[in-house]
């Protein structure tokens, strides 16, 4: 559990970050490949962008007077995706260094 | 990830629960009556949090309002005998709702809010610079 809090604040990247360094638990867990895991996230950063979208439109509908809970989905699916891309424009820097490998 | 987002999120609506209370009390500080219109003067009302996102959540992280409450203390009497809901002896209840502490109330209220929109703003703040390790 406090754990659980110590991570949470940081561990955004918790999963893919926190892999490497527990390399116990990883073995015990069995192999979890890279693309499982990107494709969980990226599952993930769907996932709380169709909650802020739908947030933005039930208080545009006037259904929600709830503004700080709207506001706060909104900031989660913008930060998620922001993670996102940064773990993917490294993926990409990645990709460039080795294709610009001379054989 | 957005754990924290999320007590902050149950924080803030905390909050606003408390602030429509503390409305309702400045609302009704001279109402004389109550909803069926029977001369029962409007009784003081108080949110009483508890920690848990939601009722029955016994892992203690964030708050939420665990319900409201009404102030025992005694009514208000003023002697006016011409006003409608006046008693036998001439005196009106006024609700037992005083207004410098519903104000002063209401500036913690505020505050809280405040402090709380300054949590979740370091929390972002937390995952922004999270992000410059790899970027």
């Given at each position: 559990m406090a754990d659980g809090i110590g991570l949470g604040g940081v561990g955004g990247i918790g999963g893919l970050g926190s892999t490497p360094a527990k390399p116990a638990q990883e073995t015990e867990k069995g192999d979890v490949s890279f693309k499982d895991v990107l494709f969980g996230k990226i599952d993930e950063v769907n996932s709380l962008q169709k909650e802020a979208e739908a947030a933005m439109s039930s208080f545009a509908a006037g259904k929600t007077e709830n503004l700080s809970e709207m506001f706060i989905a909104v900031q989660k699916a913008d930060l998620a995706f922001k993670t996102l891309m940064t773990i993917r424009n490294k993926l990409l820097d990645a990709y460039q260094e080795i294709s610009q490998l001379r054989v | 990830m957005f754990g924290v987002m999320d007590i902050s999120s149950s924080a803030?609506?905390?909050?606003?629960?408390?602030?429509?209370?503390?409305?309702?009390?400045?609302?009704?500080?001279?109402?004389?009556?109550?909803?069926?219109?029977?001369?029962?003067?409007?009784?003081?009302?108080?949110?009483?949090?508890?920690?848990?996102?939601?009722?029955?959540?016994?892992?203690?992280?964030?708050?939420?309002?665990?319900?409201?409450?009404?102030?025992?203390?005694?009514?208000?009497?003023?002697?006016?005998?011409?006003?409608?809901?006046?008693?036998?002896?001439?005196?009106?209840?006024?609700?037992?709702?005083?207004?410098?502490?519903?104000?002063?109330?209401?500036?913690?209220?505020?505050?809280?809010?405040?402090?709380?929109?300054?949590?979740?703003?370091?929390?972002?703040m937390m995952v922004s610079h999270a992000m410059r390790l790899l970027g």
């Open positions: - | 803030l609506t905390a909050m606003r629960a408390r602030m429509n209370t503390i409305a309702t009390n400045i609302a009704n500080l001279q109402t004389t009556r109550n909803a069926a219109g029977e001369s029962i003067p409007y009784r003081r009302k108080e949110v009483v949090f508890a920690p848990g996102l939601q009722k029955g959540d016994d892992g203690g992280q964030g708050v939420h309002v665990a319900g409201v409450v009404e102030d025992p203390s005694p009514f208000r009497m003023v002697p006016m005998p011409g006003h409608p809901d006046a008693d036998e002896n001439g005196n009106v209840y006024f609700p037992n709702v005083d207004l410098n502490t519903e104000v002063v109330s209401a500036v913690i209220a505020m505050r809280a809010y405040e402090a709380n929109v300054a949590a979740f703003e370091a929390s972002k």
